[in-house]
């Protein structure tokens, strides 16, 4: 290819990647930027209709609360407009939005805090990938970190929003993995393991992992695809210090399972993936505090909260 025929080109996508989307209401709603930290527009307190739902014409979020097995459960159903909306969101933006996944700041800040940086209309915790644990690391498009194990199921989340998974990634699966599909990885999460596969549990009432205390009661969290842009944030309560009050890993691919079958009746949810648990366990959302205020709230068992290094957030594109 010509020089100048490449440079057209990249201008090109650059102006397309701008074009706003039109929506029924005739709002223009402009796409986020794929490959950095750039902060959406601030959800509007307008929107947000209730303590339980917030909807404009980019984005609706409606939040469930039940029990399974006698343990509370709080969930978050997420309609969104553009794969752009769906953010991987670091700690360190906390003091500074321009502070990148790949900068490796060893820092953790409040879930609330966190979406607030991120102007989120909700979030869950995300993998904590500063952790030692965390083996890869692939964020808005940027490779980070690659010491895959074969131990690990990695979530693997495209630009178009959908979901996939490498079980039992090693590092050279994943580098292979990479190579074919470099363009367009999002983001890839690394914690696991897959709960839900096509409407069904994948886990059997045996399965043991001791990194995820997989055979004790204690709180849970998780991200699940129910079709395109269209997920699911699923967090349950328990006893992260003591391990008598809770979910084990078994359980809580059932609550995945059951909650998908009551929201696709037909299908159930494409992917469940676990994501990290205790007291890290997260779902954060504005409600109305007591001065009248809109305040993000942990909605999870809000008295138990530790600091988080990454949350995973979904946003507005209204301006």
């Known amino acids: 290819m010509k020089k100048g025929t490449r440079i057209f080109s990249i201008l090109f996508a650059a102006v397309f990647a701008l074009l706003p989307l039109t929506e029924a209401l005739g709002e223009e709603l402009y796409p986020l930027p794929m490959d950095s930290t750039a902060v959406a527009p601030p959800p509007k307190d307008e929107c947000f209709l209730s303590k339980w739902e917030y909807a404009d014409p980019s984005i609706t979020v409606r939040i469930m609360e039940g029990a399974y097995a006698s343990i509370p459960y709080t969930a978050a159903y997420v309609k969104i407009s553009h794969p752009s909306q769906l953010r991987a969101v670091t700690a360190s933006q906390v003091r500074d939005q321009y502070l990148d996944f790949d900068l490796m700041f060893n820092s953790a800040e409040l879930a609330g805090q966190i979406c607030a940086a991120a102007n989120a209309v909700v979030g869950i915790n995300g993998d904590f990938f500063t952790a030692e644990r965390c083996k890869v690391v692939l964020r808005q498009g940027k490779q980070v970190r690659n010491r895959a194990d074969g131990d690990t199921d990695l979530l693997i989340i495209d630009k178009n929003g959908d979901f996939?998974?490498?079980?039992?990634?090693?590092?050279?699966?994943?580098?292979?993995?990479?190579?074919?599909?470099?363009?367009?990885?999002?983001?890839?999460?690394?914690?696991?393991?897959?709960?839900?596969?096509?409407?069904?549990?994948?886990?059997?009432?045996?399965?043991?992992?001791?990194?995820?205390?997989?055979?004790?009661?204690?709180?849970?969290?998780?991200?699940?695809?129910?079709?395109?842009?269209?997920?699911?944030?699923?967090?349950?309560?328990?006893?992260?210090?003591?391990?008598?009050?809770?979910?084990?890993?078994?359980?809580?691919?059932?609550?995945?399972?059951?909650?998908?079958?009551?929201l696709k009746p037909e299908t159930g949810m494409r992917l469940a993936y676990n994501l990290d648990g205790g007291n890290s366990a997260a779902l954060v959302f504005?409600?109305?505090?007591?001065?009248?205020?809109?305040?993000?709230e942990k909605l999870n068992m809000p008295e138990r909260e530790r600091t988080l290094a990454d949350m995973i957030c979904f946003v507005s594109l209204c301006q």
């Open 164 to 262: 996939y998974v490498l079980g039992s990634a090693t590092r050279d699966s994943y580098a292979n993995y990479y190579k074919g599909h470099a363009e367009e990885l999002y983001q890839v999460y690394c914690f696991g393991p897959v709960l839900v596969r096509n409407g069904e549990s994948v886990i059997d009432e045996f399965y043991r992992n001791t990194d995820i205390i997989a055979s004790l009661e204690t709180q849970r969290s998780a991200i699940c695809q129910l079709g395109p842009l269209e997920y699911l944030l699923v967090t349950s309560d328990g006893d992260s210090l003591f391990f008598t009050y809770g979910l084990t890993i078994y359980d809580f691919a059932l609550l995945c399972e059951r909650l998908g079958k009551q």
């Open 286 to 296: 504005k409600r109305r505090g007591s001065q009248g205020t809109l305040m993000y």
